[in-house]
């Protein structure tokens, strides 16, 4: 049975939806999902800047987490403060990971600073992404 990965978020609308997308073209054999805590439509930046790295996400929704459901997995990657204070595994070791990483959505700028910023997620990201799969 493959182990189960959870990229989790408060909105699952930028960060928790790239780290899936990028985690499911780096990782093979986990199934790897994502979802938030209070779910937003996905950032057009995120779509485009995983876009840039061959990586379609336009079709992706975002999706509520029910904390009882979060059992099911392997391993939750909180990426943001949020979801990290809510999420109940962080009691059990091993079956959590905080990666802290900056809202891009909240970011203030032209459209090109803005998708400097996503872009400069997104290579964090990837960074931790890479690690991981050294990892798991």
Known sequence: MKKK???????????SQIA?????????????????????PVNPYAIKVLKDIRIDISKNISKKIEFDDI?????????????KGKCPVI????KHIHWDIEDPAKFKGTNDQINLKFTEIRDIIYKHINLLKEEI
């Open 5 to 15: 990965l959870l990229f989790l978020c408060t909105g699952n609308s930028c960060r």
């Open 91 to 94: 009691n059990y070791p091993g």
């Open 71 to 83: 059992n099911q997995y392997d391993l939750v990657i909180t990426l943001c403060g949020d979801a």
């Open 20 to 40: 899936e997308a990028i985690a499911k073209k780096e990782i093979h054999n986990k199934v790897i999902e994502s979802a938030g805590t209070s779910p937003d």
